[in-house]
């Protein structure tokens, strides 16, 4: 069986794996006053920045969507993608930027299965975040030495759907026995996500309620938050 | 018993570019290539030591990024409110903070508020953001390869880049063991080399290995590569007088190429083109022709700004290809138990440099057997290498299968290296003056209190009233014993109780 790695000794040769749900539910996003192409620039930066930091550090997008979750990076592709080195970026932030936005697009280009799923007001969460624990997995088992450290970031608009909630809640105590926390950070939305909550405090993430001024907010706080978890001993609160 | 002596390997790119004056900086900040690679790389190298060091390179990019894109003005109060309140964190955020602002990135402000550097905040967010015109990461060449349909170019493909660095590098580290070979490497290489003083010039019959060279090689790739840079960089502003920000910034812009991808040498300033020959011969650049407009970064130039384990990584996934055994690159060492050293190598260069510490038995194609005893590491540590340097050379080039143990590598083998090591420096020599025939306990007394409060004694004995005075307090105390002497002489009028302690060296 799996041995539990130690991930309570922060080594300076980790690599941080950061697995990030996007919730895309567009009607709830058309609802907000802060844009969801907007919200993804600021996201794509936060990405950018996240892997500015280290040269090991990983990063894996889901996008909740209404009634279907899916893989925005990393998709394995049969054709070779074109190599167009632009030089003005750095080469690995482009790679992954072109990546999102245009499985995104494609993404919310089929209409159907939103439109055939009964609950629009939602998104498939409990989906998105086992295939995110699976994800993780994979990687930690290929991960020989043990330097992988991976945390679930959620960035959520919709209210929570409670027909979601058994298996949020398995999700959540499987990512706790993994010891990957999970932070949460809610732009839009009147209610407290009840059972986002109760996953950040669970696992041991953080949680960001943002209900006024949402613009810059996710690149700001994400970033103060964020690594709280590994810098902790010396640490930012 | 010769002191040995241990040179640090301080020439580590933070400490470089510290020492740089704050215009210099500035101007370096201009390109984001140049941004990026300092925020992973050298901030890496902040803490020298790894026990002390650990998280503080963290700490560091966590306050960068913090302020990178808040547009509130922030105190030095502000700041260490984020910090949790115990006295560990406190100093490392202060440390960090000090080091931050060597680098002239953090700068503190007359009203006490604490800034990015404006060019490094700007071009660091055109970095992550995308934006701007710099080009900063690599022009490519554009043309199509005019040579692709005859056959007298091949085009490099990643294979060939591997072997040329590999050749290359090797080159000159076989040079520095001394090994025979044919081609000796070029001009510039043995200027390098003398300058950094991991080779000196021996009588007449040309160059051979310091101590510091002894520990070069034990380093890693990347440590090697860097400090070779540092060197050259020195030389190259003092002699050639390049410009050190073009030739820093090209450095970093190599760390962000794409192996196997040929880049347009149009846009390199003439300093930056001068580089480029020099560059080939070290391993780092390929170039079809030495005036072809394109040249191809390889591996040693890529993972320069990506730390250790890029290397590994990356040379573990190109072996996979060749049908090799399961030893890659690195990790081809097994350390038994019973002190016996199995290294799954055949390179020249490694079992030389496996000579250094080892005692060598036997060769067979595919492997070379040694053995680590008293000996052998004693004369690796007359040499200079020290323990901590040969055990992590056993662990960087552990064959994978050491990997499967508890600990990588037999704790005995550990500890008994340490051990001889420690037997070297059993007795530790100072030269002093030893103050003897103190005639009363009251006068050992006296001199003893004066001579702690300047704080030169090295040793005393009370029952035998001997005191061992260090020799820079020597005079003073000398001066002091005279002083009284006279002054009981004026005092007491006679001699009989005047008596102090001779000095004897």
């Keep these: 069986m799996s041995v539990l790695k130690d991930t309570s000794t922060v080594n300076e040769e980790d690599a941080n794996l950061l697995v990030l749900i996007i919730d895309t539910n567009p009607i709830v996003w058309n609802k907000s006053n802060f844009p969801l192409k907007e919200a993804l620039r600021h996201i794509l930066v936060f990405i950018n920045a996240h892997l500015a930091l280290k040269h090991d550090n990983d990063v894996a997008i889901i996008a909740s969507h209404v009634g279907v979750s899916k893989f925005l990076y990393p998709i394995p592709t049969h054709e070779n993608s074109d190599k167009t080195i632009f030089p003005n970026m750095y080469q690995k932030f482009r790679v992954i930027d072109e990546k999102v936005i245009a499985n995104m697009s494609a993404l919310f280009e089929d209409v159907d299965t939103p439109n055939n799923y009964p609950d629009k007001a939602s998104s498939m969460v409990a989906g998105a975040l086992s295939m995110a624990l699976c994800y993780i997995n994979r990687i930690t088992k290929a991960d020989e030495i043990g330097h992988v450290k991976s945390r679930i970031l959620i960035i959520s608009v919709s209210p929570d759907s409670p027909y979601q909630y058994i298996s949020i809640m398995n999700c959540i105590f499987s990512a706790q026995k993994l010891c990957i926390p999970i932070d949460v950070c809610k732009v839009h939305g009147t209610d407290t996500p009840v059972f986002l909550q109760q996953a950040s405090h669970i696992t041991g993430g953080k949680s960001v309620w943002t209900l006024e001024r949402p613009v810059s907010v996710i690149k700001r706080l994400s970033m103060l938050d964020m690594y709280a978890q590994f810098v902790c001993q010396v640490s930012l609160i | ?505």
């Design chain 2, 1 to 505: 018993m010769p002191t040995v002596i241990v040179a640090h390997f301080k020439t580590n790119i933070y400490e470089y570019l510290e020492a740089l004056q704050k215009s210099t900086l500035d101007k370096l900040y201009e390109e984001p290539a140049t941004c990026l690679a300092i925020f992973r790389f050298v901030f890496s190298s902040f803490g020298y030591d790894p026990s002390k060091g650990e998280l503080l390179p963290s700490l560091a990019r966590q306050l960068v990024m913090s302020l990178l894109f808040s547009t509130q003005v922030m105190s030095k109060a502000d700041l260490r409110q984020w910090i949790k309140n115990d006295k560990e964190s406190m100093s490392k955020f202060e440390e960090a903070l000090d080091k931050l602002q060597k680098l002239h990135i953090m700068i503190e402000q007359e009203t006490k508020t604490i800034v990015l550097n404006s060019s490094f905040k700007q071009k660091f967010q055109e970095c992550l953001t995308g934006g701007g015109t710099h080009q900063s990461f690599g022009r490519l060449y554009n043309k199509p390869h005019r040579h692709s349909q005859s056959n007298s170019h091949k085009l490099p493909d990643i294979k060939l880049l591997d072997e040329h660095a590999k050749t290359k590098w090797e080159e000159i580290l076989h040079f520095m063991v001394g090994t025979d070979r044919m081609n000796s490497p070029g001009a510039s290489v043995l200027k390098v080399v003398t300058k950094a003083n991991l080779m000196r010039e021996k009588e007449g019959k040309g160059l051979e290995i310091t101590n510091k060279g002894f520990q070069f090689l034990l380093q890693d790739v990347n440590t090697q590569v860097w400090a070779f840079l540092i060197q050259y960089l020195d030389l190259a502003s003092e002699m050639l007088h390049m410009n050190v920000v073009e030739v820093l910034n090209f450095f970093f812009m190599l760390g962000s190429l794409e192996l196997g991808q040929d880049y347009s040498v149009e846009g390199l300033t003439d300093t930056q083109r001068q580089l480029l020959d020099d560059l080939t011969n070290y391993g780092l650049i390929y170039r079809p022709k030495k005036s072809s407009k394109r040249y191809y970064p390889t591996r040693l130039a890529t993972t320069l700004t990506s730390g250790n384990s890029a290397i590994v990584s990356n040379s573990a996934s190109s072996n996979l290809t060749d049908d090799d055994d399961s030893a890659t690159e690195q990790g081809f060492i097994i350390v038994e138990t019973n002190y016996k050293l199995y290294a799954y190598t055949s390179s020249q260069l490694q079992i030389s440099v496996l000579n250094l510490f080892c005692n060598l038995q036997y060769q067979f194609s595919n492997m070379v057997t040694a053995e680590i005893n008293r000996e052998s590491v004693r004369k690796a540590l007359k040499h200079g290498i020290t323990a901590s340097q040969i055990i992590s050379y056993l662990t960087s080039h552990a064959h994978p299968q050491m990997k499967k143990r508890p600990a990588l590598l037999p704790s005995t083998v550990v500890d008994q290296i340490q051990l001889w090591e420690m037997e070297l420096n059993r007795l530790v020599i100072t030269n002093c003056y030893l103050y003897k025939e103190f005639r009363t306990f009251a006068d050992y007394e006296v001199v003893l209190k004066h001579a702690n409060t300047l704080g030169v004694v090295i040793w005393s004995s009370d029952s035998k009233r001997m005191i061992g005075i260090a020799e820079a307090g020597h005079e003073r105390v000398k001066a002091f014993i005279k002083r009284k002497i006279v002054q009981r002489r004026s005092n007491g009028g006679d001699t009989t109780s005047s008596a102090s302690g001779t000095p004897a060296r």
